[in-house]
C-alpha cells in the first residue's frame, strides 16, 4: 500500500447535486449518458454544443437548457460541475484546464488524466449506495467488478 503523501489518485466523495448547475460541453451518446446521470441526481443541466447529435438531448432537456452555437469559456465559471463531452480531444482539455485554474469540478470525457473528477461505477440500493472506479483507464473493468459485485449482494 502506498504511503499517504505518495498517492496522488483520486478521493472518493459522494456529491449532493440537487439544483446545483452543471454544463455539459457536447451532444452525443456519451454526454446524453452524463446528463441523465446528472439529471437522477436533481442537478440543474445546460448543454452547450455546436450540434445535437443524440437526438434523446431533445426528449429530456427543455429548449432554452440547450444552447447551439453561442459558447463562452467564461459561462462555465457559472456551474459547479462540468463535463467536458465532445469529440474534440483537444477542445476537452482546454475546457478541463479553464475550468481546474478556477477550482471548478470538471470530468473529461476523452481523458482520465485532464480533469478533476470521475464517475464510478454504482450500485444503489435503499438503505447504501457503492462506486466502483477503476481509476480512469477502463471504465469497463469498473463496470464489470460493479456487477460481479451485485451479483454477489444478490
Known amino acids: 500500500m502506498k504511503e499517504v503523501d505518495e498517492m496522488h489518485d483520486y478521493f ?36 452547450f454544443t ?14 432554452k437548457k440547450i444552447i447551439e452555437n453561442d459558447f463562452k469559456m467564461d459561462t462555465l465559471k457559472e456551474a459547479y460541475l462540468v463535463i467536458a463531452a465532445t469529440n474534440d480531444e483537444a477542445f476537452n482539455k482546454v ?19 485532464d480533469c478533476n ?8 440500493a435503499d438503505d447504501y449506495q457503492i462506486a466502483v472506479s477503476s481509476k480512469g483507464r477502463n471504465p469497463k473493468e469498473a463496470v464489470a467488478l460493479r456487477n460481479n459485485i451485485k451479483d454477489h449482494l444478490g
Open 12 to 47: 472518493p466523495l459522494f456529491l449532493k447535486l440537487e439544483k446545483m448547475p452543471c454544463i455539459v460541453i457536447g451532444a452525443g451518446h456519451i454526454a446524453y449518458r452524463k446528463i441523465r446521470t446528472l439529471q437522477k441526481y436533481g442537478a440543474d443541466v445546460k448543454v
Open 95 to 113: 475546457i478541463a484546464e479553464f475550468c481546474m485554474k478556477y477550482h471548478i469540478l470538471v470530468n473529461n470525457i476523452t481523458s482520465p488524466d
Open 117 to 124: 473528477i470521475r464517475f464510478g461505477a454504482l450500485i444503489e
Open 50 to 63: 455546436k450540434e445535437v447529435k443524440e437526438s434523446r438531448i431533445r426528449e429530456v432537456l427543455p429548449s
